[in-house]
Every structure is written in C-alpha cells, then in structure tokens.
Nanobody, 116 residues
Framework: EVQLVESGGGLVQPGGSLRLSCAAV????????MTWVRQAPGKGLEWVSS????????HYAESMKGRFTISRDNAKSTLYLQMNSLKSEDTAVYYC?????????WGQGTQVIVSS
C-alpha cells in the first residue's frame, strides 16, 4: 500500500524556520518525481515545489524561491522541505504528493502556522 506521511509542522513566529518531512512507503521512491503542495485556510491548493527522482532538478513557486529548499534522501525514502524566513501567508496545510505535474498519491498533510 502506498503511503505518504508528512511531519514537522507546527507553530512558528514570522521569520522562523521549519523542516517538513514526508516518509514514503509501499513503492520504489527513487522511481518518482515528488512534489509539495499547500492549502491555506479558505483557499485552493497551491503548488510549492517539485524535485526530480534523482534530486538533480528542483522547481519552486515564485513566492518560495530563496526561502524554501526541497530535497530528498532516496536511501531513506524521504522527501524534505526546508522553510526559512517564514511569513504569515505561509500558514497552510502542507502535503507531499507523488509525481509531477500530475499526482496520484497524497499524504494527510501537516499544519504550519506562522504567527507571533
């Protein structure tokens, strides 16, 4: 069974940092590109970042460039999102998803709240 399990969310002050993790089970992780998306309260899904199967190529939404870093450890079947210089508008539920640009499996999400 394919499972994606996010962790690492929480409450952080503006300007702070968080590192999200997504543990993948039930499939050959290094055969797939992976993606982070988010959903802010009352808004639709927003693509955040994607990474190729081997980690060689990454892409970011414009508002995340220079602040967020996507990475992966294929030996651990884990996807990461390092988030720095967090802003209140980064408050959202963050999901990892298998694939790019189409996603066939999602995790349950991890909540990130940026507030003073």
């Amino acid at each position: 069974e394919v499972q994606l399990v996010e962790s690492g969310g929480g409450l952080v002050q503006p300007g702070g940092s968080l590192r999200l993790s997504c543990a993948a089970v039930g499939f050959t992780f290094d055969h797939y590109d992976m993606t982070w998306v988010r959903q802010a309260p009352g808004k639709g899904l927003e693509w955040v970042s994607s990474i190729t199967w081997n980690g060689d190529t990454t892409h970011y939404a414009e508002s995340m460039k220079g602040r967020f870093t996507i990475s992966r450890d294929n030996a651990k079947s884990t996807l990461y999102l390092q988030m720095n210089s967090l802003k209140s508008e980064d408050t959202a539920v963050y999901y990892c998803a298998r694939g790019n640009p189409e996603y066939d499996y999602w995790g349950q999400g991890t909540q990130v709240i940026v507030s003073s």
